[in-house]
């Protein structure tokens, strides 16, 4: 639940006191000064035999009290906002000092030509034609009236962010969304006053930093939720454009490219829909607060759950298994897969009865991967964007599992998630749009971004640093930190087996459920991978494997070679002596006496394990014929 805006009273009060105090104290100074010193010199040098220079004083410091009380009056500063500390720095800095913030400025020279073609893409009637200018200079102000001479216009002023705001701020790495002691709260950014006046076109220019970080910047944010919010104020049907004047792509999730109209250059002109847009500035300004579901209801027959497969089956289970864990808590939405060339028939068919629509792919290469490492095809997660047939994804790792239904999350806006680590999401369980020119916007700067880890999920983080934070439970990470304490795992480990669930997604990391042996999780016998061994949340998977049709149950047989990887293991486990025991447990996982592929003499294996000059040819897995949804019918 989202706790009010703003800090509490007394806080807000003092931080507020204290900075009126400080701006107090530079206006007397300055007041003495710049007002007082030179105002009695000069009425002693024009008028040394005054007879009044007491009245005169008098009236001085009457006049230069009203002044000082316009400045720290509350109508100065409203703009549709609560008054706060950030607004008051904001208006004594530009209207007594005559400061901007640097923050705000934007070093790029306008091409009016551009700029001329796009405004020409706008309908203004005659009647109205109202342009609001944000962050313009006077010089391009003036070009502005010259380019539309029949237009009003009227220059927007914004009230800057507080300069210790950050984006870390905004996007903390962790919020106590239980609310256990503390009820999490956004940082204010102030508002666009309505004009009072008809806007048929709002005219940005963003600043966009050279350094890789453009896209994680306050005011440039600042600067389209305020644009943003103001376009969604508008009253009545009449529609409102925005033109936003920078090198770098505006927020693509807050203004989508399907409602682009144009692009000339550095300028981007959009027509969005004011209803969606108003419900976009509702949401947290940041990861600093848990999202709410948007109030509109989509079309449940474009919606669907989607994951995707590409260059080995070994997640063919887990995406069987995600696909059962779904119906089996009544949803009834579409099951998307996507699937490259490796992909059998075989498998795909094991796919296709468990309830997936299969869409055949070409994988997409990381640029920045070297070849056959574990990223090198991780991009292909773009295609996602390409099913354009539904309006909301909710995108699933092949590797959890859902507990409870999770539906409601398609009422979330593009990009919902859960965080990660920093300012970042986890891109595991997400909520994403479908589009074909979102796809080519990722597409675009494969070259250029630069991913944190490499991957996918590095790189959707650059590209969607405005995004919106969904409960942790919404996909619960299967792992015990290093820094957990026995009371944090033993409240974990309740959670994974809680009957009924209090936890909606469970993710598997570490080595799958299905490559291990039933009988215990398999990461206790690593030991760099044992933060992620639960053997409570091994055997709910379980539960789920046995729930599946036994046709589907096959598409989770052991290979020879993993058999004997699990003996390894197991083996350097005992000589290690590793104090969990779980290498002291008798194996009776009847895929053990079940082979799938030509050795099958898994223990004889071990005997070359390790060997340089083994390889998998003599591993040869004879794909079987393809299954039926009809073989399944009568099970």
């Not at 806080?11 to 530079?26: C, G, N």
């Not at 105002?39 to 000082?68: A, D, M």
């Not at 998630?417 to 891109?427: E, V």
């Amino acid at each position: 639940m989202r706790g009010s805006m703003g800090s509490s009273p007394r806080a807000s009060h003092r931080l507020s006191a204290s900075i009126e105090d400080v701006y107090r104290r530079r206006s007397q100074r300055s007041k003495t000064k710049d007002s007082e010193k030179p105002f009695h010199l000069s009425l002693q040098e024009r008028n040394p035999k005054c007879k009044f220079p007491l009245l005169r004083l008098v009236l001085l410091v009457i006049v230069s009290g009203t002044f000082v009380t316009l400045i720290y009056s509350p109508d100065i500063y409203n703009n549709n906002h609560p008054p706060h500390s950030a607004s008051r720095q904001s208006f004594v800095e530009r209207w007594i000092w005559g400061g901007s913030d640097p923050r705000y400025v934007s070093d790029l020279d306008v091409d009016w030509d551009d700029v001329s073609k796009l405004v020409k893409k706008v309908n203004l009637r005659s009647e109205y034609q109202g342009i609001g200018l944000l962050n313009f200079n006077d010089s391009e102000i003036n070009q502005w009236k010259r380019l539309t001479p029949d237009a009003m216009h009227i220059v927007l002023q914004l009230d800057y962010a507080d300069k210790n705001m950050t984006w870390d701020s905004l996007y903390p790495e962790w919020i106590d969304e239980e609310e256990e002691e503390d009820v999490p709260i956004c940082p204010t950014l102030p508002k666009l006053k309505s004009p009072g006046k008809r806007l048929d076109l709002i005219v940005v220019k963003l600043p966009c930093r050279n350094e890789g970080n453009w896209s994680r910047d306050v005011a440039r944010l600042h600067l389209q939720l305020a644009a943003a919010g103001l376009a969604g104020s508008s009253k009545g049907y009449n529609p409102v454009h925005l033109l936003f004047v920078t090198k770098c792509f505006p927020i693509p999730n807050l203004f989508t490219c399907k409602e682009l109209v144009a692009r000339e250059g550095n300028a981007w002109l959009y027509k969005p829909n004011l209803n969606v847009l108003r419900e976009k500035v509702q949401l947290p300004v940041g990861s600093c607060e848990l999202s709410l579901p948007l109030s509109g209801k989509g079309n449940v027959h474009r919606e669907a759950y989607a994951t995707i497969l590409h260059s080995a089956d070994v997640y063919v289970c887990g995406a069987i298994a995600a696909a059962q864990s779904i119906r089996m808590l009544g949803s009834t939405r579409d099951l998307v897969i996507l699937v490259d060339e490796t992909i059998s028939r075989y498998h795909r068919s094991g796919l296709e009865a468990a309830g997936w629509k299969i869409k055949t792919i070409k994988r997409i290469r990381n640029p920045k991967a070297e070849k056959d490492a574990y990223n090198e095809w991780n991009y292909s997660k773009f295609r996602l964007w390409q099913i354009t047939e539904y309006d909301k994804i909710i995108f699933i790792d092949a590797d959890l599992l859902l507990l409870r239904n999770i539906d409601f999350l398609f009422g979330m806006p593009e990009i919902s998630a859960t965080g990660n680590n920093g300012t970042l999401f986890n891109s595991g369980v997400m909520v994403i749009e479908p589009s074909n020119c979102t796809f080519q916007l990722l597409m675009d700067h494969i070259d250029e971004i630069e991913s944190y880890n490499g991957g996918d999920q590095g790189y959707l983080n650059e590209i969607f640093t405005w995004w919106h934070r969904i409960p942790k439970h919404m996909n619960f990470l299967k792992n015990f930190w290093s820094g957990d304490d026995e009371e944090v795992k033993q409240k974990k480990t309740r959670l994974f087996g809680a009957d009924p669930p209090i936890l909606y997604v469970l993710h598997y990391l570490g080595l799958k459920p299905w490559l291990c042996f039933r009988d215990y999780d398999c990461n206790w016998n690593v030991d760099i991978l044992q933060e992620f061994a639960s053997d409570v949340a091994h055997e709910r998977w379980w539960r789920v494997h046995d729930a599946m049709p036994e046709l589907l149950q096959q598409f989770c047989l052991l290979r020879s070679k993993q058999k004997a990887q699990l003996e390894w293991d197991r083996r350097q486990a005992e000589i290690g002596n590793y104090t969990d025991g779980h290498w002291r447990i008798e194996v009776k996982d009847r895929r053990l006496k079940r082979c799938v592929d030509n050795l099958c003499n898994w223990k004889e294996m071990l005997n070359h394990w390790g060997e340089t000059n083994w390889t998998d040819s003599d591993l040869f897995t004879p794909t079987p014929p393809a299954i039926t949804t009809t073989s399944l019918s009568g099970l």
